[in-house]
């Protein structure tokens, strides 16, 4: 394995360690760097020892615990003293072997800690990506299309806010974990949906899908017991599946209806479709797992015609019952007029224009494709018109003008 | 950051705000008094009372001064132009932002009002205005 490749797979382990040793964030990515830094020198020529990981925590804590020294004989600070105190102890007392002191637990602080809601969700995610992800900063300002020295305020501001507050670094108790752990789901749906949205001029831009996954992963590793976080997990991993189906070659979106079902990337859905049963048998459901659900049905229909609309449209139900926002509806009255026909379809998002959900571009394109099944053309066109003026998104643009050029 | 083992204590302000303009309804403010009593209660058996204010008279009993050359003006008026204005303040004892948090919960139903949960600076004042400093890290 490169050092790349461990510096992936394991920064954010070393550096969620290393904050519990050092109780300070920056002390610690620095610390983490530094032992990188040795890595990337002596590994080529010594040879990776057997648990990089191990290795890269131990190197970062003795060399934290150097610098703490060398700082404090230079100015004395009282602060210093009393933390290499603290660390050194721990060193010491516990002289355990280097792979007990990754305790599991340590990324798990991290993720709670970085998604706390304290803490604004752009910062959130920033840091997530940054702690956890191991990105550089102006990767993620690239990724999210903002300029290199505001994301970088925006982390600084962060970690200051997290020292200041003393904002705590721990798992939250059982009580709390409900609401705690809906930050945390946020974003990393939110990381994917940031990468699942970008097509066309995505080039430049970070997999932010893949470590979306990859975060997601790791949260229900270590929550085996949270359905949802299983859920997240599952949904994901069916998203992702379609995605060399959803880009056409010239870049443009290609809808569920029209996907080659035989780009789906097999692996991935039976993988998901596998989590999204061990949810059913738990029997714990909760707005994820039924989205999951939703596109599990989705993954095993060869075609849209042959898609089982009615157990989509009971999910859709479920789903609603847990959050009655208007996006699900929306998608509920989609799932409807598959069931019951595209008027019935048309009369259920209708009464949603007054939700405020007029503002939203599927809404209108979503009338615009029942329209144009009814055969009402011109209201359908109308419609197009509406929802192209709603999106920014290149892409979507380019879908819906695609759709209306079609529609004579 | 603190990982919740060590007993040393973050004093927190819990400020309290309101809109002067739309004041607490008439029979609702036995209710608020007898919570905000009752909070004050558990505050001190925690031990995590410090000291609590509640301010004089709304924004208008504000007045502000500031330096301007070797002289100071004196001006009427609170200091931000804002709906809601500050209205009285706990300072507490708290393990950390989520210890403090919790209080705040409390605060909150008792007064009816949103709660505004800042940290006091625990150290030196050099660092404090180093941190303050623009561009400061």
């Given amino acids: ?408 | 950051m603190t990982n919740g083992s060590v007993i040393d204590m973050t004093q927190y302000m819990l400020a309290l705000y309101r809109d002067y303009a739309a004041p607490i309804p008439p029979e609702r403010t036995e209710q608020v008094w007898a919570g905000v009593n009752a909070l004050g209660d558990k505050l001190a058996d925690a031990g995590a009372f410090v000291f609590k204010g509640g301010l004089n008279g709304g924004p208008d009993s504000a007045t502000v001064v500031r330096q301007s050359g070797g002289d100071f003006v004196i001006t009427d008026g609170p200091y931000a132009e804002t709906k809601e204005h500050l209205a009285g303040f706990w300072i507490i004892n708290a393990a950390d932002l989520d210890a403090a948090l919790e209080w705040a919960k409390l605060a909150a139903a008792a007064e009816l009002r949103p709660i505004e949960v800042r940290p006091l600076f625990d150290g030196d004042l050099d660092d404090a205005i180093r941190a303050s400093a623009p561009g400061a890290q």
């Fill in chain 1, 1 to 408: 394995m490169t050092v790349e490749a461990v510096f992936r797979r394991e920064y954010g382990r070393c550096v969620a360690t290393l904050i519990r040793f050092l109780g300070d964030i920056d002390a610690a990515e620095e610390a983490v760097q530094d032992a990188f830094t040795v890595a990337i020198a002596r590994w080529p020529s010594e040879g990776q020892p057997p648990n990089p990981g191990a290795w890269i925590v131990t190197t970062a804590r003795n060399r934290a615990i150097d610098r703490l020294r060398r700082e404090s004989i230079r100015d004395e600070r009282h602060a210093q003293a009393h933390l290499l105190y603290g660390a050194d102890a721990q060193a010491t007392d516990h002289n355990a072997p280097a792979q007990e002191e990754t305790v599991p637990d340590d990324r798990l602080r991290l993720i709670f800690t970085c998604c706390h809601p304290a803490l604004n969700q752009p910062a959130q995610v920033a840091l997530t990506l940054r702690l956890l992800g191991g990105l550089e900063t102006p990767e993620i300002a690239r990724a999210f299309f903002v300029p290199e020295a505001t994301m970088a305020q925006r982390i600084v501001r962060a970690k200051r806010k997290i020292r200041d507050t003393r904002l705590p670094y721990r798992v939250p108790a059982e009580a709390e974990l409900p609401a705690r752990l809906q930050p945390v789901l946020s974003v990393l749906y939110l990381i994917f949906n940031e990468g699942y949205a970008a097509t066309a001029d995505s080039l430049m831009r970070l997999d932010l899908c893949a470590e979306a996954i990859r975060l997601a992963r790791v949260l229900a590793e270590l929550m085996p017991d949270e359905p949802e976080a299983q859920g997240l997990l599952a949904l994901l991993l069916l998203l992702h599946a379609r995605s060399a189906a959803r880009v056409a070659d010239d870049g443009s979106l290609v809808r569920l209806a029209e996907q080659d079902r035989q780009l789906w990337d097999r692996n991935l859905i039976a993988e998901g479709q596998a989590i999204v049963r061990a949810c059913v048998q738990r029997g714990r459901p909760g707005p994820y797992q039924i989205q999951a659900a939703i596109n599990a049905v989705h993954s095993v229909a060869p075609s849209i015609e042959k898609t089982d609309w009615h157990a989509i449209l009971t999910l859709y139900d479920q789903l609603y019952a847990l959050t009655p926002t208007p996006v699900v509806a929306l998608n509920r009255a989609v799932a409807l007029a598959e069931v019951r026909g595209p008027a019935a379809g048309l009369s259920a998002v209708d009464e949603l224009r007054s939700s405020g959900l007029d503002k939203y571009y599927l809404f209108h394109a979503s009338r615009a494709a029942l329209l144009r099944r009814l055969g009402r053309t011109t209201e359908a066109d109308a419609a197009y018109a509406t929802a192209r003026s709603l999106t920014a998104n290149p892409v979507e643009q380019a879908f819906l003008d695609a759709q209306r050029a079609t529609l004579n």
